[in-house]
């Protein structure tokens, strides 16, 4: 491995014990009364050695936790691959490459950008290898999700098989808590009181917990504090804790999110078009000196007269269509991105399921992003990651830093199952498809080694690209089926619903890629990631692209295309939220 001139986030961040998976001992649990385990299936990635490669393109998983009856393998070391169905088998071997890392990515990484070194010079990585080995060490906490296989598990030699990439997350076990204060004026212990489900309130059981204090990133800047976090007004609501018990069995503190944000109770319900594209384009992004340290909850619901009417339309089970968008860090320390006056920020797509919470016996979103994200110093990997990873982490996360807009997009026709030469087919999982692949690429630069942001190829670009391949895909298939005449009589309004998303797919791509224009990169996955081509080309081709140069602007525009189609829209936006910092300040992302 390159040996970086100077120690930048990732390995200022390693200093601090809280981050190193063994202060946690898996033998170590909380109380069941007060937390949950975040998932069925949790563990660590581990990469295998060149010399123990697998032959389905496997990794090493450490389990942390597993449902019953398989509770058994926790601390075991299992095989985990990818599930041997047609399908995830031509996805998982389409983003597969030879990685080689270019000149550029040997001087990035001397540079101290934390690339996936340990895959270097190997032949055929596949998305689990990269994703375990995208990282120095095997640090990579994940969820499993969707349907698990337990191959052989009598045997000495069990192993688990998944349809889709795991999730990254901060925690395995979680609790609904209000903060009191500090314990004692000690520096990282907090007394907190816990959510009582008998009577719906915060006068459950009180405990000392451990937050310990972040780590300042290279530009002084602390990525999150627990400093007047008793005083925050989103402390009434509560916040979910993720963690896990030390040795000694007291809870830490890894992550943090706000129940007002996540909540099936929004602050306003908008009834028309106008007011839902007022409230995306300024309002949410306005005066937000104002709004640090608060959340935004906005609904816009078509045609549904009444507030308490337009939330119970969400319900347990419902999918949306994340539009994912982080502004800049202003104030005292303001980051050097953002000095010049103007912050791009950053754009991604992801998915919100609405689920009943058990700690309080609510409705709220769960939250994934699919991160089409460029190697950097923080050791941020590129693919799934639960709110608690993206935005919660305490050293890792955005929640404290930066101000975030998510707009959720909830259409007929998204979530619609439509039969294909006998397979079911979802719009949304083909955009996650296509998001998993594109993460993956990013990964390893499609083998180059790292990917570079410019003006063709940056996340708003890819990201756009994944949703476009996904359009055209759902389209072709219909397209060639032998039985889609017969469907379209034996369901009339499913059909009606299909004809409305591809009328919407139509204007998306005209917006995308601009009338008949066609960029032969989005349409066949030109491997291009890994490429530093002449700077001049790449604007031009950025060009036919244009509104998803800027994320902001793609954000917009994808919300207004909706918007035009009757979509409903629950925009959630978090300004700096957590303990108070006085030295940064949000400042918004930049658009015209």
Known sequence: MNQPTTERNYYLYQRSQWLRPSVYPLERTPNPALYRPVAQWIGRLILPAQTERDADGGCFFEVHHAPAPFDRLAGRILWLRFDTERMIQARTWAATRNVIFNRDAEKLATNGLILAERVNRWRLVTPLESLAGSRPADDLIVRLPDTVTVEKPDSADPSLRITHEPVQITGRFVGLVIFIGPEHDAHDRWRVRHFNPATHAFDGQEEVIVVPPATANEDGTLPSTAAQIETSPLNPDGWYIYGAPDAQGVFVV?????????????????????????????????????????????LYMPRVAGAASAVETWRQGDRALLLHVYAGIGGKQREPAARAGLYF?????????????????????????????????????????????????????????????????????????????????????????????????????DGRGATYVAAANNCAQDSSQALYAAIIEIRELLETSTDLAAWTAQHPEQAARLRKLQSLGQELRRKLVGGNARRADWRYGVQNLGITENPLRNFLRGLATWRTVLPRKTSDTFAQVFLEHDASLWTLCAYQVGGYNPDIEPIPAWTF
């Open 254 to 298: 890894q992550a943090w999110m706000p129940r007002a944000l996540v909540r099936l109770k929004p602050q306003r319900v908008l009834s028309t078009r106008d007011e839902a594209w007022q409230h995306v384009r300024h309002e949410a992004w306005a005066d937000l000196r104002a709004k640090k340290g608060t959340i935004s909850s906005v």
């Open 345 to 445: 920020g950053h754009f991604a797509f992801g998915i919100a399921d609405v689920i009943r919470e058990p700690l309080a016996d609510e409705l709220r979103f769960d939250i994934t992003y699919y991160q089409i994200y460029t190697h950097n110093v923080d050791g941020l990997v590129a693919g799934a990651m639960d709110w608690s990873r993206y935005m919660g982490d305490r050293q890792f996360g955005w929640a404290g830093l930066r101000p975030v807009c998510d707009i959720l997009v909830r259409l007929e026709g998204l979530n619609d199952l439509y039969p294909v030469d006998g397979r079911l087919y979802s719009v949304l999982d083909a955009i996650r498809d296509n998001l998993e692949q594109m993460a993956a690429r990013y990964r390893i630069g």
